[in-house]
């Protein structure tokens, strides 16, 4: 079971809208994860705003590093590196940061209760270029805040819901996320459904009145489902792969995506 764990929270989608940042597993004390992912996105309409759907298309790849590790046996720490390429927009986007810790748990006879709470900060890396539909960002530097519950069934099914606020400097509007998702981890596989949901307080439309200035001003809405499959192929290595599709939302496209990685797993115990 300690070889999911290590890896279950790097299963988030890692594009420019991923899901939850933050899962109900931890690593344990001196246990971690490197994960180098892949994906694609392909944005079939574009939701903007009171406008409407707009026939507008953009297929968006990425790649990601992501870290993650265990402080203590309640304290992770995880760090995501993203690259995208969006049309002629190339280059790395947003460092995140985030620290979990889990408050108290509760073990019963048929499973374990855990309420957790976990912060990050994420900001652009690069001086990426603003104010088309191909950005790959919006350089908004963010301080995530969110609560976790999280339930794990003995036969290893288990369901998780986190929310929380997401405040943004200004002129990118805060936000607030929900994440609900629900799976089962065993010792070889994982895998999960999700439904992820982003609601932003104010901002500006693509199209809107006066036309936006400024795109980091962007008001970012979506409702997004998806899942994940993980295998693990020994105590060191794994492979998984997901798939999400955007339905709908606010000044975001409209559209599946599709993503794989590897996944190395380590311990620094003496």
């Given at each position: ?19 939850g ?14 994960v ?33 590790y ?55 890396l ?26 794990k ?18 002129p ?36 809107g009145?006066?036309r ?51 996944v ?7």
């Amino acid at each position: 079971m300690k070889k999911i764990i290590t890896i279950v929270i790097l299963l988030c989608a890692i594009a420019t809208y991923g899901q939850g940042r933050i899962d109900g597993f931890y690593k344990g004390k001196n246990n971690g994860a490197v994960v180098l992912g892949l994906g694609f996105e392909d944005g079939k309409k574009y939701f903007a705003g009171g406008s409407g759907k707009l026939d507008l298309t953009r297929s968006v790849s990425y790649g990601n590093i992501f870290g993650a590790y265990g402080l203590t046996e309640d304290l992770d720490v995880n760090i995501s590196i993203p690259y995208i390429v969006s049309d002629d927009n190339a280059d790395f986007q947003d460092i995140s940061v985030y620290l979990k810790y889990r408050l108290f748990q509760i073990q019963g006879e048929k499973g374990n209760f855990e309420i957790s709470v976990a912060g990050g900060f994420s900001t652009n890396l690069t001086d990426y270029d603003l104010g088309g539909l191909n950005d790959i960002g919006q350089q908004a530097t963010i301080l995530d805040g969110k609560g976790l519950i999280h339930y794990k069934w003995n036969s290893g099914w288990f369901a998780t819901a986190q929310s929380g606020f997401s405040f943004k400097v200004d002129p990118t509007p805060n936000s607030m996320p929900l994440t609900v998702k629900a799976g089962k981890a065993t010792a070889k596989w994982y895998y999960d459904v999700y439904y992820d949901f982003q609601h932003s307080f104010g901002g500006i439309d693509y199209l809107g009145t006066p036309r936006p200035q400024d795109f980091r001003e962007f008001g970012v809405d979506f409702q997004k489902t998806g899942g994940t499959v993980y295998h693990s192929l020994s105590d060191t290595f794994g492979i998984y792969a997901s798939l999400s599709y955007v339905f709908d939302g606010r000044n975001i496209f409209k559209g599946p995506g599709y993503g794989a990685g590897i996944v190395y797993n380590f311990s620094t115990k003496k």
